[in-house]
């Protein structure tokens, strides 16, 4: 189904656009609503309404743009950053429903299934050349993301690029929830004591732990966002570009195994992570129906045009 992008006086906003503010507003609301939960709960409602108002402006900055290459680099710059973004703002907001953190059923389900905690079972096979081989791919993860919009907008255009954008975000925001109705602090921080292989390789395993000391945070666990975008990216790389699908393919299905062999996450997550992909993709067209059915309501106040044009 084609988005309909909406414009507001001078504005034009896409869907991806109509998420990240809802989202934003969500977290906002959820800090006020949890505040006696939620350390420094107001810090975290002035930055999001700080980030809103920048986004904001960085939608109008990328439609004023008229040459081709500046205009996606600011495009994907806002929309990159605003799902970063998203990922660290849910982390003070995990624990508002339950309390604590959920790690105790996921080792319990995990012991049952297969007999062994995987995470442990694995440094029997663990060698400096193939940790840095799933370290390779999980850290090429982040330039994936980019690149791909990059091949997708150039040669198939802005609305493809666009139906890329969000459902990458739905999968994203998706994953953020699912961090608060189900919070897992993780493997390092739960059973990090009974670990005694180290994670050896070389300049790829030294940046992924440079991501989990510099980056990441306790929690935001499962859905694992690395294997639920990295699917998106995947499918959306075989509907719009089929060589990319293909290069991509042996990264993808490695980084599923990289992100509970490097200690990110449980097989839990990976797998949830998977199927939280696959349900925002089927959610996607629902989503979207939504969105363009407001849009063509507000015609009469603003003007509506195809997503894509200027």
Known sequence: MTEQALRVSRLQLHATDGLIFLALALFTLLALVFHSSVEDWWILALKNIAVAVVYLGLVFLSQKVTRKF???LVRVAAVTLAFAYLFGAVDKLQLILHGEWLDAYVLDAEQFV?????TLWLQHIMSPALTEWLMF???IYIPMYPILSGIIYFLRGEAAMEDYFFTLGLTNVLCDIG????PVAGP???IGHLYSVPLTGYVFTYLGEFMRSHVHYIGGTIPSPHAAAATVMWLMAYRYHRPSFYVITPIVLSLYVSTFYGRYHYVTDAIVGIAA????????PVVIKGWNHVAESMR???SVAPAGSE
């Open 137 to 139: 791919s999980y850290v």
């Open 300 to 302: 009469g106040k603003a």
């Open 70 to 72: 500046p205009r996606f």
């Open 179 to 182: 961090f608060i109705l189900f």
């Open 188 to 190: 390092i921080p739960t």
């Open 114 to 118: 297969f007999g062994v905690q995987p």
């Open 277 to 284: 992909a696959f349900f925002a993709l089927q959610l996607v």
